[in-house]
């Protein structure tokens, strides 16, 4: 469903994805009972967490507002090109000219997408400087459509193991204006397939995030936004070893 698809529209349907599930919790919660306010008691914390307070999507949304940012304010254009992706129609491809740079892939053909989120404490943003100085003390490399990569090691030319994007629209960190800029989050994305195994790409991107997390204090999320657990991740490595299997029995299949 995903072949043809270029990164740059790879990184515009994540953003799109993640627009569109904030939008749906700010419906949701605009749409409260009368009288219901507020949760009376804060949700039980894990010990050595005192103090903390772990942040909901619409506090994000609400720190992304007053910053300035446009994390919900995806473009109609963004919908238009996630809705004609996930139908199997064409999406105009705009490669850069030139070599490309570090982080592009050299094929454009995935079929699944894997992501986590780092979101920022309760009224907190993360800051341009401490983004960029967090990634470099994780490995990440700065490179194709201006987002931060994961390579592998003396292969760069294979492409991006995986990619951390900008929750805030377009996405990118122009590093003209980083020691302004200011999100509520950042994304960590693999396509595959990449340029390792499926489970190998998790087990570089996983450490990678909570390095992020504990360098920036960030709160690390599942897709689907909820705090990132043993179980959650579990399932992940599940999920992702059946997809290797999979795609071991095709390699076999083609080579035959």
């Known amino acids: 469903m995903f072949e043809g698809l270029s990164d740059t529209a790879l990184l515009r349907i994540a953003i799109a994805v993640a627009a569109l599930v904030l939008f ?18 804060a949700p039980a914390r ?19 507002a007053q910053t300035g940012g446009d994390a919900a304010g995806v473009e109609q254009s ?35 997408v894997v992501s986590l989120y780092l979101a920022a404490r309760a009224g907190q943003t993360f800051h341009g400087p401490d983004l960029v100085v967090a990634a470099e003390k994780a490995g990440l490399v700065y490179g194709h459509m201006n987002i931060f990569h994961r390579l592998v090691d003396n292969h760069p030319e294979q492409g991006p193991v995986f990619s951390v994007a900008n929750l805030v629209k377009p996405g990118s960190f122009e590093m003209a204006g980083i020691q302004d800029l200011r999100t509520p989050g950042i994304s960590f994305f693999m ?13 570089a991107m996983l450490p990678t995030a909570q390095r992020l997390a504990e360098l920036l204090d960030g709160v690390l999320l599942d897709e689907e936004r909820n705090t990132l657990g043993r179980q959650r991740i579990a399932h992940i490595r599940e999920d992702l070893r059946n997809y290797d299997r999979k795609q071991t029995k095709w390699d076999l299949r083609t080579t035959r």
């Open 24 to 41: 749906a919790v700010i419906i949701v919660s605009s749409r409260r009972r009368p009288g219901q306010g507020r949760r009376a008691t």
């Open 78 to 112: 963004e919908l238009d090109l996630l809705e004609k992706t996930l139908a199997g129609e064409a999406v105009p491809d705009r490669k850069p000219a030139g070599p490309p740079a570090p982080g592009a892939r050299p094929d454009e053909n995935f079929d699944k």
């Open 191 to 203: 396509a595959l397939p990449g340029p390792l195994p499926a489970l190998d790409a998790w087990d």
């Open 46 to 64: 894990e010990p050595g967490s005192a103090g903390r307070q772990e942040p909901t999507l619409r506090e994000i949304m609400e720190a992304d």
